[in-house]
C-alpha cells in the first residue's frame, strides 16, 4: 500500500478481554516496529520483526503481550487479559533492511497513524 | 533508565519567532539523531536527521544543532508558523547487533504557534 495501515484506529474494551491489533506495513519494507505511546510519553519500543522472525522482542511489557507476523508482511499485537496501564496509542512503523536501499532510506522509519487501544 | 531527555515539555511560540527543542543522550554509541513530527491523529514523520560526524544541518525553516561533547541536540524551526504546531520528538539510535535501527525516543514537545 502506500503507507503503513493499522487496525482498528480506535479499540474500546473490558478489563481482562484480549485484543489484536493489526499493521499492515508498506509493500516491500521487510523490517517491522511496534511502539507504545502513553499520554504525555515518548514512544516506547515493543518489538522488532526482520521478514517473519522477531530477532527483538526485549521490549514487550508482559507475557500478555506477543505479536506476530505472517508472510513478511502483515503483523497482528496482541494483549491478553488487558489491563488499564495498557491503555495507549500503539504504532506501527516500517521500513527498508540494511541490505536493502542507501544508508538513509535504511535509517527511516514509516508509522501509520496508530490503535488507540482504551480499557475501561 | 531513559536514554534520550526532551526539553520542554510545551512550547508557544508567536508567529515569526523561532522555536527551540532540546535533547540530551547519555550512550556515546548513538550514531544517528532524527526529529520527528505528529500531528494530531497521525504517525510520526521523520523531519530531519543528522549524524554525529556534523555539528549543524539545515533544511529550510528546520535546523538541528548538534554538540558531540555535551552529548546535546536540538532542533530549531526559524519563523514558526501556525501549520508546524505539532508534537516533536527526537531521537537517538545504535546500530543494533540485530542489524536494525532501535530508535529511543524523547518524550516529545508540544509546539504551539500562535497566530
Known amino acids: 500500500g502506500a503507507g503503513v495501515s493499522q487496525s482498528p484506529s480506535n479499540k474500546v474494551t473490558e478489563k481482562g478481554k484480549d485484543v489484536e491489533l493489526r499493521c499492515d506495513p508498506i509493500?516491500?519494507?521487510?523490517?517491522l516496529y511496534w511502539y507504545r505511546q502513553s499520554l504525555g510519553q515518548g514512544l516506547e519500543f515493543l518489538i522488532y520483526?526482520?521478514?517473519?522472525?522477531?530477532?527483538?522482542k526485549s521490549g514487550l511489557p508482559s507475557d500478555r503481550f506477543s505479536a506476530e507476523r505472517t508472510g513478511g508482511s502483515v503483523s497482528t499485537l496482541t494483549i491478553q487479559r488487558t489491563q488499564q496501564e495498557d491503555s495507549a496509542v500503539y504504532l506501527c512503523?516500517?521500513?527498508?533492511?540494511?541490505?536493502?536501499?542507501?544508508?538513509?532510506?535504511?535509517?527511516?522509519?514509516?508509522f501509520g497513524a496508530g490503535t488507540r487501544l482504551s480499557v475501561l | 533508565q531513559q536514554q534520550v531527555k526532551q526539553s520542554p515539555q510545551s512550547l508557544i511560540v508567536q508567529k515569526g519567532g523561532i522555536s527551540i527543542i532540546n535533547c540530551a543522550y547519555e550512550?556515546?554509541?548513538?550514531?544517528?539523531f532524527p526529529w520527528y513530527q505528529q500531528f494530531p491523529g497521525k504517525g510520526p514523520a521523520l523531519l530531519i536527521a543528522?549524524?554525529?560526524?556534523?555539528s549543524e544541518k539545515k533544511e529550510g525553516r528546520f535546523t538541528i544543532s548538534f554538540n558531540k561533547s555535551a552529548k546535546q541536540f536540538s532542533l530549531h524551526i526559524m519563523d514558526s508558523q501556525p501549520g508546524d504546531s505539532a508534537t516533536y520528538f527526537c531521537?537517538?539510535?545504535?546500530?543494533?547487533?540485530?542489524?536494525?535501527?532501535?530508535?529511543?525516543f524523547g518524550s516529545g514537545t508540544k509546539l504551539n504557534v500562535k497566530p
Open positions: 512503523a516500517s521500513s527498508l533492511a540494511f541490505e536493502q536501499g542507501n544508508t538513509l532510506a535504511k535509517n527511516i522509519q514509516y
Open positions: 520483526f526482520q521478514g517473519n522472525s522477531a530477532p527483538d
Open positions: 543528522i549524524r554525529p560526524d556534523v
Open positions: 509493500s516491500g519494507h521487510t523490517a
Open positions: 550512550n556515546t554509541a548513538f550514531d544517528y
Open positions: 531521537a537517538a539510535s545504535l546500530f543494533h547487533i540485530y542489524n536494525f535501527n532501535k530508535f529511543y
